[in-house]
């Protein structure tokens, strides 16, 4: 069974022409970024429209091969590709974008990238653990207010910051309950309407009337857990999803997950629900509360990343996994390394079984994608 309200969510893309000419008839600015690092309450709290920039799709890969080396991540050939060409709306509408120190490959991409495009690009400590690499991170997002403020012409006052906070912490609060339906057996959403209501949340401008919708499509949810109903059977295999981001374009994984008849119950990714895990401490001094809450993201770019194995393994039990997939783009090396250590974890806890899927977002490895999901759910079922 499906819910009514997926009808918004699924046309909300459909909306974003539209709703950037809305958006600059009042006056609004656009500010793009690629990754959850980026701090949006900073966006937010300048008057403007913080927007995801588009990476998510094959066609302009092409076009970022021409620049950029074919053994780079479809992420970064697509984002790149995307810019070059002039067909991500976002990119063309923002007055700069937020980049950041993730990966080699996207350090490369926003130096070419600054060449065509105002460009602010963030320094990610190596780690997420002591107090220099807290002090350093607190001192980007204080570099990046300043940039804000000088390129959009405002002044970020604590008053604004702390309206921004508690904007984008309602939101949060609602993606996790959102979320946390599906502990219920049988889980009452799918995996890919869980993407694509995350993925609607980019062409939502109106973020109070997202939030009315998301309340809505939660409301009827939890109708449905109550007479238990679910999106599929209760005896279907219940799988959580991590590794990279996976967005409407590159979610061929999770898609042939649920075609092979098992539920995906969570997305950890950073497409998902990692950039939803933590609040901002709306009692601190913004600026650091704000640094405080990014620094926590449990992003493979950290070493060590403890925060991930142990989100994960408290997923397994809170939402009755029987299985992780672990999804990996050819080329993200930190990801690639991360899967090892994530296994190795999960055995060690004699916890659920692990399958790394690596790919790119072509299709042609699809039919061996299937093959091996199918028995990875085959295994998992007779355990």
Same mark, same amino acid.
């Given at each position: ?186 889980? =009452?959403?799918? /995996?890919?309407?869980? *993407?694509?209501?995350?993925?609607? #949340?980019? !062409?939502?401008? $109106? ?96 070493? =060590?990343?403890? /925060?991930?194995?142990? *989100?994960?393994?408290?997923?397994? #039990?809170? !939402?009755?996994? $029987? ?17 090892r250590v994530l296994g190795a974890h999960l055995s060690k806890q004699g916890s659920v079984p692990l399958l790394q899927i690596e790919t790119d977002y072509s299709q042609g490895d699809t039919g061996q994608i299937r093959t091996r999901i199918e ?9």
């Open positions: 069974m499906r819910p009514e309200q997926m009808t918004y969510f699924e046309s909300a893309g459909s909306q974003v022409s539209s709703g950037i000419k809305t958006a600059r008839e009042q006056g609004k600015k656009f500010v793009g970024f690629y990754c959850i690092f980026a701090p949006q309450e900073l966006i937010v709290a300048a008057g403007a429209i913080p927007v995801t920039l588009c990476s998510t799709k094959e066609e302009p890969i092409a076009d970022g091969e021409k620049y950029l080396p074919r053994n780079f991540c479809p992420l970064i050939k697509s984002s790149y590709g995307f810019a070059i060409t002039g067909n991500c709306t976002f990119f063309n509408n923002s007055e700069f974008i937020i980049g950041e120190t993730t990966c080699d490959g996207k350090k490369k991409m926003f130096e070419l990238m600054a060449g065509f495009k105002p460009t602010v690009v963030l320094e990610i400590p190596q780690s997420a653990k002591g107090e220099i690499q807290k002090q350093f991170w607190r001192s980007e997002v204080v570099r990046c207010k300043d940039e804000i403020e000088k390129r959009l012409g405002v002044t970020l006052t604590d008053e604004k910051l702390k309206a921004a906070i508690r904007d984008l912490n309602e939101q949060r609060g609602l993606m996790r309950e959102l979320a946390d339906i599906n502990r219920a057996v049988p889980a =009452p959403i799918s /995996g890919m309407d869980l *993407l694509k209501v995350m993925w609607a #949340k980019n !062409f939502a401008f $109106d973020s109070r009337a997202f939030n009315e919708k998301l309340r809505e499509l939660i409301a009827e949810l939890w109708k449905m857990e109550a007479r238990g109903e679910g999106a599929l059977s209760r005896s279907a295999r219940r799988i959580i999803v991590t590794g990279v981001p996976t967005g409407v374009g590159a979610e061929k994984v999770i898609k042939l997950i649920e075609e092979a008849g098992a539920s995906v119950v969570y997305l950890e990714n950073c497409s998902g629900m990692k950039q939803y895990l933590h609040d901002v401490d709306i009692h601190e001094s913004p600026l650091d509360a704000i640094a405080d809450k990014y620094l926590l993201t449990p992003c493979s770019c950290m070493s =060590p990343n403890t /925060g991930r194995l142990d *989100l994960l393994t408290r997923l397994v #039990k809170d !939402f009755h996994a $029987d299985g992780i997939v672990d999804v990996t783009w050819i080329g993200c090396h930190t990801y690639n390394v991360e899967s028995a990875f759910l085959e295994m998992v079922s007779k355990k």
